[in-house]
């Protein structure tokens, strides 16, 4: 009897303690989010998720591997895409020529709409690039808009007036720019994390060298072979941008909403995504970004012009242009890796800077009276330039997340259409109401130095925002907890405890 006994007297301490562990577990499982939970994957390369107690932790990133050619292919793209844009300047005039006579204003003034348009429509498209990318994939809407931009491109050398290439140029070929271009950056996201801005330096550092490298040998082919055949031999970059996209093979797990969700109403929010504006944070920085871009760009579309003005026909203008590529280059390869020891959201104070040393220098031109003061001016320029657009895809990374980073994206490049439109128009105007461009630059350093003022608050606010999350979750964890224990005081019977 003793020893039975003895035996038993174990057990009315066991049911108390299996109540504890059983409400600690609760606990756990209800502080776990749902995308925290397994989703398969069908590559079986790097990037395998970390797994605990056969629930899947948070996605590993590779940080190389495949991701190495991914980066290959999203550079050529942004080469090939706004390499052709970037030097429509060559094509223009040998447009006069094919269409007319290169004195003629109302041709100059018609020609230029084609290669405006163009660029345009590229950041237009930009919201529905990104409802495509989220219901196809990086991989099918990168090729289709590469193979959309290839018939563009090849129509346009066909054409024998300039009326169609407002539709071959202007819309087709660069809508498949657009679709081939956004993806791009998509996709770096799945590959890269730590090294995010470093590889976004290169990719984009990839349409400075061929802003750089294409005009002279576009030069070259016009003098050769005519404006038809060289569109023709434009088409080679485009068809193998093609192949470029099919190295988009995408890593990250779906989110769970599109396991969960069903119906009408998933597919309506998968293509109008919501969510990314619940985020405050992400909400000033696609409103100030924007708003700084109103003087941004009409030092890049004036300042050829000013300097005719101000230095006489036979200054060299295009050392300008070269000194803006070259630095702007070097800009996105150093600010990317610097951008890699930034964390979190804080890298938007590297766009401040930009906007603020941009706005500052705008504002400078009218003042430099010496030529080599223009270039001083053009080479700080173009490195906060490339430290402008090289971070723009790790930001919007940090803000809404990777599952949300397309339409994120998509809607801040559509919004920046509008202002790159907008502002060099109003500065042309004033300087035929002025008979300068000087008012013009003033006034157009002002923009971003706003613009990067109201980025500055970002950090603040998602440091409040996560801060009233945490609470909002400790407090939860603690009530469900308290649930647990009351409910296992509740369920225990009377000889259990005795």
Not at 192 to 198: A, E, M, Q, S, V
Request: proline share 6%; net charge neutral.
């Amino acid at each position: 009897m003793t020893e039975d006994k003895n035996m038993s007297e174990p057990e009315p301490t066991a049911a108390p303690e299996r109540a504890e562990e059983n409400a600690e577990k609760a606990e756990e499982k209800q502080l776990n989010s749902p995308e925290e939970k397994p989703h398969s994957r069908e590559d079986g390369t790097g990037g395998e998720p970390q797994k605990t107690d056969g629930a899947q932790a948070e996605f590993v990133h590779p940080e190389g591997g495949w991701g190495w050619v991914v980066m290959l292919a999203s550079m050529w793209c942004n080469g090939s895409v706004f390499g052709i844009q970037n030097a429509f300047g060559i094509l223009f005039v040998s447009l006069l020529k094919e269409f007319g006579s290169e004195d003629d204003e109302d041709l100059r003034f018609r020609t230029a709409w084609v290669g405006s348009l163009s660029m345009g429509m590229i950041f237009f498209c930009s919201p529905i690039v990104s409802v495509f990318t989220d219901l196809l994939g990086c991989r099918l809407t990168a090729v289709g808009g590469a193979t959309v931009g290839l018939v563009g491109l090849l129509a346009s050398s066909f054409v024998s007036s300039l009326g169609p290439l407002y539709f071959t140029y202007g819309v087709v070929f660069a809508c498949g720019c657009s679709f081939a271009y956004q993806p791009s950056l998509v996709i770096l996201g799945h590959y890269f994390k730590r090294r995010l801005g470093l590889v976004n330096g290169l990719v984009t550092a990839g349409s400075s060298v061929f802003t750089v490298s294409l005009p002279p040998l576009m030069s070259q082919l016009l003098v050769r072979v005519g404006l038809q055949n060289t569109l023709r031999v434009m088409c080679v970059f485009m068809a193998l941008l093609i192949f470029a996209g099919l190295t988009y093979r995408p890593l990250l797990p779906p989110s769970p909403d599109k396991h969960t969700r069903t119906g009408r109403c998933s597919t309506l929010k998968r293509i109008l995504n919501v969510r990314i504006w619940r985020s405050m944070g992400y909400r000033i920085w696609a409103f100030g970004i924007p708003a700084a871009l109103y003087g941004y760009f009409v030092p890049y579309v004036h300042l050829m012009k000013h300097v005719e003005e101000r230095f006489g026909p036979d200054a060299n203008k295009e050392v300008l242009l070269m000194c803006i590529g070259i630095t702007s280059g070097v800009g996105r390869l150093i600010f990317g890796r610097v951008a890699d020891y930034v964390p979190g959201v804080y890298k938007v104070y590297l766009q401040v800077c930009s906007f603020l040393v941009i706005g500052v220098m705008s504002m400078m031109i009218p003042v430099c009276t010496v030529f080599g003061g223009l270039i001083a001016v053009c080479l700080l320029m173009g490195l906060f330039d490339g430290c402008f657009i090289c971070i723009m895809a790790p930001i919007a990374f940090e803000l809404v997340g990777s599952q949300d980073v397309s339409q994120a994206i998509g809607f801040l490049l559509g919004m920046m259409s509008i202002p790159m439109t907008v502002g060099p128009p109003i500065a042309g105007f004033l300087r035929d109401r002025l008979d300068s461009y000087d008012v013009a630059f003033y006034l157009a350093g002002i923009p971003p130095i706003i613009g990067g003022a109201v980025l500055c608050l970002i950090p603040w606010v998602e440091k409040r925002q996560k801060s009233r999350q945490k609470k909002k979750e400790q407090h939860a964890a603690q009530s469900m907890l308290e649930n647990n224990h009351t409910a296992t005081e509740k369920n225990q019977s009377p000889e259990s405890v005795i």
